[in-house]
Antibody, heavy 124, light 107 residues
Framework: QVQLQQSGTELVKPASSVKISCKASGYTFTSNYMHWIRQQPGNGLEWIGWIYPGNGNTKYNQKFDGKATLTADKSSSTAYMQLSSLTSEDSAVYFC?????????????????WGPGTMVTVSS | DIRMTQSPASLSASLGETVNIECLASEDIYSDLAWYQQKPGKSPQLLIYNANSLQNGVPSRFSGSGSGTQYSLKINSLQSEDVATYFCQQYNNYPYTFGAGTKLELK
């Protein structure tokens, strides 16, 4: 069965960087888009961007340009998101989520499996 | 960016009741709309895509409708396990955007 396993809670200092991971299993990692979504405390959801692990192509929400960098390691079926120049505003839960697959076609706009989320707290 | 306005922000309903949640897009999104359910401490789960297509495994009491800029999620015969926050999401234009959510509680 499809599973997305995310790395654990991070407590990081302002101005630093953090890299969180999302290990995929139960499907062909290189065939589906992988998205990253942010949920700040008490707030809604923000789409950060996607990576297509098959060729490494990426698409970002302009708001996160320079903040988030998406990469993928095909050998370990793991997607990564690095967040840089962290401020308290970046404190949030970060989810990875797979682009939809209906058994025949792949879609990138909506998300059929989500990881459990990684909480990032930025504090001195 | 396309703004997604959800209403109501919160909702209290009784078991067995029918519930409607609305989502208004700031421009035409051509039915490129999904609905998600998020329970406390959990990740969101896909309920509906393409405005009215039910995701595999989702109970048939959930349904979606709408077109253009106006969309809705309907829950028939509310069950206790439906207590959650519901989000709409448009994927017609980048950046993909979500509504602020509707928190559904039992009366």
């Amino acid at each position: 069965q499809v599973q997305l396993q995310q790395s654990g809670t991070e407590l990081v200092k302002p101005a630093s960087s953090v890299k969180i991971s999302c290990k995929a299993s139960g499907y062909t990692f290189t065939s589906n888009y992988m998205h990253w979504i942010r949920q700040q405390p008490g707030n809604g959801l923000e789409w950060i961007g996607w990576i297509y692990p098959g060729n490494g192509n990426t698409k970002y929400n302009q708001k996160f340009d320079g903040k988030a960098t998406l990469t993928a390691d095909k050998s370990s079926s793991t997607a990564y998101m690095q967040l840089s120049s962290l401020t308290s505003e970046d404190s949030a839960v970060y989810f990875c989520a797979r682009g939809y697959y209906d058994g025949t076609y792949y879609y990138e706009g909506y998300f059929d499996f989500w990881g459990p989320g990684t909480m990032v707290t930025v504090s001195s | 960016d396309i703004r997604m306005t959800q209403s109501p922000a919160s909702l209290s309903a009784s078991l067995g009741e029918t519930v409607n949640i609305e989502c208004l897009a700031s421009e035409d999104i051509y039915s490129d709309l999904a609905w998600y359910q998020q329970k406390p401490g959990k990740s969101p789960q896909l309920l509906i895509y393409n405005a009215n297509s039910l995701q595999n495994g989702v109970p048939s009491r959930f349904s979606g409708s709408g077109s253009g800029t106006q969309y809705s999620l309907k829950i028939n015969s509310l069950q206790s396990e439906d207590v959650a926050t519901y989000f709409c999401q448009q994927y017609n234009n980048y950046p993909y955007t979500f509504g602020a959510g509707t928190k559904l509680e039992l009366k």
